[in-house]
């Protein structure tokens, strides 16, 4: 071997032993073991804040639906109310609107509505809560067959389809039969009630 390739040799630095001042670490060797928990810790609340954000706007999607988001003509809402068979004659409006083709069972002077209102009639409209408490005016809740079978002074609770077709304001509202008309000043959705069904 040549002086020049001598001091080629001994120019050229030479790989550190691990651990030796100087050496470079090696892959995942660079953190400490406090550093990797404190990484950990760190990914698992970002992933549980992540989790918590989904579930938070899921949950708040859903009752915004239920009270009021999907409250608007054209819309066809999924919901639940509890009636007893009494409600039938019980429930009642007086409004002389029509919207489309639906009507309150009394005019606004409290006389039966001009275009009628008798028993199975799916155009006249009464009042009702669901279980979330929104107010509505729905017709044709009545023509279900498992309606009519339920007993006097029965509660039950029925599953339907809103179709909402509209909205009234200034309607008068009775919840018993013996009972007066009462004003009430707020707007109420106006839908069509399709397929009732009593939940098994």
């Known amino acids: 071997m040549n002086e020049t390739n001598i001091s080629a040799t001994a120019d050229r630095p030479s790989s550190a032993a691990p651990g030796a001042p100087g050496a470079l670490p090696a892959a995942g060797e660079g953190a400490s073991e406090p550093e990797v928990l404190l990484r950990a810790v760190l990914a698992l609340l970002v992933i549980g804040f992540a989790v918590w954000l989904v579930l938070a706007w899921t949950t708040h999607r859903r009752e915004y639906s239920a009270t009021g988001g999907g409250w608007h003509r054209g819309a066809r809402n999924f919901i639940e109310v509890t009636v007893v068979p009494e409600d039938r004659d019980n429930l009642a409006c007086?409004?002389?609107?029509?919207v489309e083709g639906l009507h309150c069972g009394f005019g606004a002077d409290r006389q039966p509505h001009r275009l009628g209102a008798h028993d199975g009639d799916t155009s006249v409209l009464r009042p009702y809560n669901t279980v979330n408490g929104e107010l509505f005016l729905g017709s044709g809740l009545w023509d279900s067959a498992e309606v009519g079978q339920r007993t006097p002074g029965q509660r039950f609770t029925l599953w339907c389809d809103l179709d909402i077709v509209g909205a009234l304001r200034a309607v008068k509202l009775r919840w018993q039969s013996t009972g007066s008309f009462d004003r009430f000043?707020?707007?109420?959705?106006?839908?069509?009630?399709?397929d009732c069904v009593v939940p098994q």
């Not at 000043?185 to 399709?194: E, F, H, I, T």
């Open 94 to 98: 007086a409004s002389d609107a029509v």
């Open 185 to 194: 000043d707020k707007s109420l959705a106006v839908g069509a009630l399709r």
